[in-house]
């Protein structure tokens, strides 16, 4: 309870239960006060005191509403209430703005003999407004200290419940995080010692590694030598074959020029149909098939080392086909068989090798003649455009023949193998053919199928990728067609050839085309017969001028050759010599040859000033083995065995331009 004896000292202090209104009810109690309200600015009831109920109006905030209506218009209002009965007056006063616009307010039942004056206690109701006022907001403050005081304990309550949770589990955590340490270093101990004794074990291994590494290097120092061992041996074996191949190919294509040249003569005097001109003609047909074996076997051995090229040119497809059916017409023929083309939708010309291509359909239609009895053998060839320029070439070439078992086509390409045993028994053959083709078609770019049924006939396929050339190449002569007259020959020609038989081939062809022939046998004379018309002045000096490296091929010559006597090759004092150009007006040079070979007879005359045209008579027909003669000071290269007509026209080119 607030004491107020202060402020009004004649009236005395309310007793009994606190109520904010009471003591302005026992200020007022003159005017009998029924019901004593604080509301605020908008109608609220904020304090309600009853001062007796039975009198009071029954819907207060009705009133309370009605009161603020009344009073905003005016600081202080009076009213009966209620006006139909007028039980009492009510009245209502407008507290100053530091109260917030509260206002108080009540109603008196006056007495009947003394009117409602409140006017005169206007300034005692507006102080005990404020201080009524003040009450409350006190007590709203201490309603609001004791609930935040409240709230305070309650989160004090509950930071003490989090605070003994965080502890609880700050304190699990550092067990655990211990419990872990611990685990972690006995771990780490085990780990410890297990890798030091992993390392202790890797560093034993290691140590035997290292000896195991040693005893490697030296294994592997002494493969390397034995590589390099293999490698001469290979390099040496390579080179033998090679030679091997150069001399067999030699030994054997110098009899086949004495062959072939010698048939060639004889059809020339025997009467057609006679039986020597039979025989003549076996002779030549199985000396072409020796050389086609052996180039055969030449071609394997390239392929095998590498060393087999080709010549990318535009070939007129049509015209190439035309070439084979004339070069295997007459084998065809022999047989009763008819050997067809048939070519559609070819492009002008193609970019490839036509010597390769044309080995390769010889090839197979050689073997489809020769496993063929009845029926036909037929080229066909088709192309396949991928793009204006460029697209396949397939190939192929049909038979009626005997046909292929399915379990031999699997080794069919392999060299030196055919389909059955009695397949060579039958009909022959080295099995190099088609061992050839697929090297041939691999080196072009493509590749070759076979397709067969026994008894009905097979097909091989060729798929070569080209380029497309919309100009058709000039058209070349015709391998197999020889000119119907031989070239006449104005000269003198020396041949130098270890062959007896070679060389009388060689002299009949050409005393027969007019020219005139000297005969040499090896290198050693041909360079004696070609130097004797030097003019020697000091015989004791011979050798002077003469190379070193050719010294040991020359040594030896005092010998009396056609007679003039060789002696020597320079002046004295070393004064070069002239050579007065001895008379000849072409030399015919084989290259392998006893004594002195033609390569050391060609530089010997070379280096005495020799501008005969000297041309190489070889066995070997490779483009390295030209480009090595034309080198080494040869004007030409002829391969054996020779062609009489290819033979006298190339003669006929150096001797047309001799003096």
Known sequence: MIDLSELFPSLPAPQGRYRPLAWVAEVLQEFSPVLLVLTDCAGGVLVADYVRPE???????????????????????????????????????????????????????????????????????????????????????????LA????????????????????????????????????????????????????????????????????????LEQALIAHEQLTEAAEAASRAKSEFLANISHELRTPLTAILGHADLLSE???????????????????????????????????????????????????????????????????????????????????TDPTRLKQILINLVGNAIKFTERGQVLIRARFRPESPQRGQLVLEVVDTGVGIAPEALQRLFRPFEQAHSSIARRFGGTGLGLAICKRLSELL????????????????????PVDVEHEVPRQAESECRRPAELPRLQGRVLVVDDSPDNRLILQRFLELAGAEVVLATNGREAVEIILAQMKLLHPEESLASVPTEMRAGVDEYGTQVRGAIITAYALAGGEEVTLPQPHFDLILMDLQMPEMDGFTATQILRSKGCNTPIVALTACTTAEEREECLRRGFDGFMPKPVDRAQFLAEVARFLGSSQ
């Open 445 to 464: 770019g493509g590749r070759i199928e076979a397709e067969s049924t026994p008894h009905v006939g097979s097909t091989f396929r060729v798929i070569l």
């Open 148 to 219: 935040r005081k409240e709230q305070f304990r309650q989160q004090c309550v509950t930071l003490e419940k989090a605070y003994a949770q965080l502890f609880e589990e700050v304190n699990r955590e550092q067990e655990n995080r211990l419990r872990q340490a611990q685990e972690y270093s006995s771990r780490l101990e085990r780990e410890v010692e297990a890798r030091s004794l992993a390392l202790r074990e890797a560093a034993e291994h290691a140590a035997r590694q290292a000896e195991q590494l040693r005893l490697y290097s030296a294994a």
């Open 55 to 145: 009198l009071a109006p029954p819907d207060t905030a009705s009133f309370a509403r009605e009161l603020v209506r009344r009073v905003q218009l005016r600081r202080f209002a009076t009213f009966p209430f209620p006006e139909s009965a007028q039980p009492g007056t009510a009245f209502g006063l407008r507290l100053s703005c530091d109260t917030l616009g509260a206002i108080l307010g009540g109603v008196c039942c006056p007495s009947p003999n003394k009117p409602l004056e409140v006017d005169k206690w206007l300034s005692v109701l507006e102080t005990c407004g404020r201080l009524v006022w003040a009450i409350q907001e006190k007590e709203a403050e201490a309603r609001r200290a």
């Open 269 to 351: 005097h025997v009467s057609p149909g006679s039986v020597a001109a039979h025989s003549v003609e076996v002779i030549r047909r199985n000396g072409r098939h020796l050389l086609a074996i052996i180039d055969d076997l030449l071609d394997l051995a390239k392929a095998e080392a590498g060393r087999l090229t080709v010549e990318l040119v535009p070939v007129a497809i049509e015209q190439l086909l035309e070439q084979v059916v004339e070069l295997m017409e007459v084998r065809a023929s022999e047989k009763g068989l008819p050997l067809l083309v048939d070519s559609q939708d070819l492009p002008p010309a193609v970019v």
